[in-house]
């Protein structure tokens, strides 16, 4: 028990779930091998498959885009910062992949456009959509200074895969493919210095929930992953109060989940069709302690931002 604990109601319960499910290091290599180990066991099934990657030139999209090249799938990758999206687009033709490149901002619907338009042109469809790319912040809202930030957030992480989704339906129809969005846990629950963030997650599992009943029947399937913190070292891009770069990630890089074990998840959870996936046991227990005690969800919430894991 922490000093004073005895007068915060709750503490020892928030302790001991953030200590018991946070990843150790052990832990992490051992699941890296494990996974790695099963996949090569496992059908192929992205061999030929067009995969469309927004926000593929770091991070999570940038990891995925090389999981999935080493599969043999035909890759779109789409970005905004060239230089960026080329590297990753070179690293996935050394693996064998066939790969077109689109330079685009997915907050103006005629970039989204543009990006499939380009996969259609270059690959004769598209069989996997994945809206990943995202902007974030970290902030707690009455010190913003400016309030483009969070409109800038929600214009990227939701209207931008509303965009992209629209454009890629027709083709994902013909494929019967996967539509898969990247969220968060901050897309179920509330997180302090992450409203803006929070609330754009929250609305695009809103919408993607009720696209998959608008879809039924159709053959596409949604597919929505809900990580936790990720070392993606793209962290430091987040706003600050002032709207700038934060520069220094305020989470512990190397106590939270690597990028490669979260890309091989997405890559099964797109594989099998799954509805959803919320990928760490905190985030797991996180919902189901939400529906008996919400108010001790919140301190859990609280303290991970503390601790930055």
């Avoid at 230089?83 to 064998?96: I, K, M, Q, S, T």
């Avoid at 929600?154 to 209207?159: A, S, W």
């Avoid at 929250?202 to 159709?218: V, Y």
């Avoid at 891009?237 to 002032?242: E, K, L, Q, V």
Wanted: proline residues 4%; positive net charge.
């Amino acid at each position: 028990m922490h000093p004073g604990a005895a007068h915060r109601p709750g503490v020892e319960i928030v302790d001991f779930v953030n200590d018991f499910y946070a990843p150790s290091r052990r832990f992490r290599r051992f699941t890296a091998v494990g996974v790695t180990s099963l996949h090569s066991k496992r059908p192929n099934h992205m061999q030929n498959k067009v995969v469309v990657i927004t926000g593929a030139s770091k991070g999570i999209g940038a990891e995925l885009a090389r999981q999935l090249a080493a599969q043999g799938a035909r890759l779109v990758l789409a970005a905004r910062n060239t230089a960026e999206l080329e590297a990753v687009a070179a690293d996935c033709r050394n693996l064998g992949a066939n790969v077109i490149t689109v330079k685009a901002d997915v907050a103006l619907e005629r970039d989204c456009q543009a990006i499939m338009s380009g996969a259609a042109l270059a690959f004769e469809g598209i069989d996997v959509l994945v809206n990943n790319a995202g902007a974030t912040m970290w902030a707690r809202f009455e010190d913003i200074d400016d309030m483009s930030i969070l409109e800038r957030i929600m214009q990227v992480n939701y209207m931008g895969a509303v965009y992209c989704t629209r454009h890629a339906l027709p083709y994902l129809r013909q494929s019967r493919g996967v539509l898969c969005g990247i969220s968060s846990l901050t897309g179920k629950t509330g997180v302090p210095t992450r409203t803006g963030y929070a609330a754009s997650k929250h609305a695009m599992a809103g919408f993607f929930d009720s696209l998959r009943i608008e879809l039924d029947g159709s053959g596409v399937a949604v597919t929505m992953i809900y990580p936790g913190f990720v070392s993606t070292g793209i962290r430091e891009n987040a706003s600050g109060p002032d709207g700038k770069p934060i520069q220094v990630s305020p989470v512990k890089e190397g106590e939270v989940m690597g990028v490669a074990q979260c890309a091989r998840i997405i890559v099964k959870a797109i594989e099998t069709r799954k509805r959803e996936v919320v990928m760490t046991a905190r985030g797991k227990m996180g919902l189901w302690l939400k529906l008996i005690a919400p108010s001790l969800v919140d301190q859990i919430a609280k303290r991970a931002i503390e601790k930055g894991r």
